[in-house]
């Protein structure tokens, strides 16, 4: 298996509803990684796991809530979000020799 | 700070018509560089990583070079799907370590 998938595909929340996004990986990669990428525009960094801990969190808003429950599955939650956090976001992992790989991503639309 | 150029921003190309796409970096202690084709709604898919200045790699009509301030993706013949962003990305040593900052990315379209 040396795929990332992503579930849901596509996201429709309104501003005051929580919400999850799942990121899974069985490829033994130690490293998961949360992307924010707007339209037309490339992936920014948001969160990096590491053997299951938060080793970067880019500044991001405390309404986005990343949580690795183990090495195989990561989550990133959802609250009280703003229309401008509609976006794709990506998970993606590490390892070799494939280097990083990434889902394809869930489309949230905040309303 | 890190910084990564991609150039054109967009590029267009006639079915068969070669040309290349140029990432140019600044950057500490590089680690690797990697390029991704992104095609619209979908996640980025890995091309190639390239370690250190002069290496090469190629795949189809596709050839990674990188030297110690740029790389080029060089499109030989290239067919109509084809067309997507290519997207190169350095990553660094240090407290930036595992970090990928990605380019503006060029988007590629091949007329038929």
């Known amino acids: 298996d040396t795929e990332v998938t992503q579930t849901p595909k596509h996201l429709v929340m309104g501003m005051t509803n929580k919400k999850s996004l799942k990121c899974e990986q069985h490829?033994?990669?130690?490293?998961m990684y949360w992307y924010k990428q707007k339209a037309k525009k490339p992936p920014e960094l948001m969160f990096v796991?590491?053997?299951?801990?938060?080793?970067i969190n880019e500044s991001v808003p405390s309404r986005f809530s990343p949580e690795c429950p183990n090495s195989s599955l990561l989550n990133l939650h959802l609250h009280a979000l703003q229309p401008e956090d509609s976006a794709l976001y990506l998970c993606?992992?590490?390892?070799?020799?494939?280097?990083?790989?990434f889902g394809s991503g869930t489309r949230l639309t905040v309303v | 700070e890190d910084q990564v150029t991609q150039s054109p921003e967009a590029l267009r190309l006639q079915e068969g018509e070669s040309s290349s796409l140029n990432c140019s970096y600044t950057?500490?202690?590089?680690?690797?560089l990697f390029w991704y084709r992104q095609d619209p709604g979908k996640g980025p898919e890995f091309l190639f990583t390239l370690y250190s200045a002069g290496e090469e790699k190629e795949k189809e009509r596709l050839k990674a070079t990188l030297t110690k301030k740029e790389s080029f993706l060089h499109i030989t013949a290239p067919k109509p799907e084809d067309s997507a962003t290519y997207l190169c990305?350095?990553?660094?040593?240090?407290?930036?370590?595992?970090?990928?900052?990605f380019g503006q990315g060029t988007i590629l379209t091949v007329h038929p």
């Open positions: 990305a350095p990553t660094a040593g240090g407290t930036s370590y595992g970090k990928l900052t």
């Open positions: 993606a992992s590490r390892g070799t020799p494939y280097g990083y790989t």
């Open positions: 796991y590491s053997y299951e801990k938060l080793s």
């Open positions: 490829m033994g990669h130690r490293a």
């Open positions: 950057v500490s202690g590089l680690r690797g």
